[in-house]
């Protein structure tokens, strides 16, 4: 999985807030059935956020409904942003090793 993070999409948006992470590990786990458990899962699941912005759980339903896939949260990061209308195309960089909190 490293080799396809280093080559996944930069992060469009801020990291999110641990308010708003614990928000989306609840949709998480209401999409997939499976809980953010590790600190790891954690700081993937805010680098998916971080790439995919508000559109990030239609991302991971998306891709849960195509793979049946419980742990999507790699496929997630590595996948393309789509834009969303008006919004602009930026990077905000990436963080050492797609980590969000330490």
Do not use: K, W
Request: aromatic fraction near 4%; charge should be positive.
């Amino acid at each position: 999985m490293s080799a396809r993070i280093a080559s996944a999409p930069p992060f469009r948006h801020p990291a999110p807030d641990p308010a708003a992470l614990d928000e989306l590990a609840a949709a998480y786990l209401a999409i997939t059935g499976s809980p953010i458990r590790s600190r790891a899962q954690r700081n993937l699941l805010a680098a998916c956020a971080r790439v995919h912005g508000p559109a990030v759980l239609d991302v991971i339903r998306a891709r849960f409904a195509a793979t049946g896939v419980n742990n999507c949260l790699g496929l997630v990061r590595t996948s393309l942003s789509v834009p969303v209308a008006g919004e602009e195309q930026r990077s905000v960089g990436r963080d050492r090793d797609d980590g969000i909190f330490r």
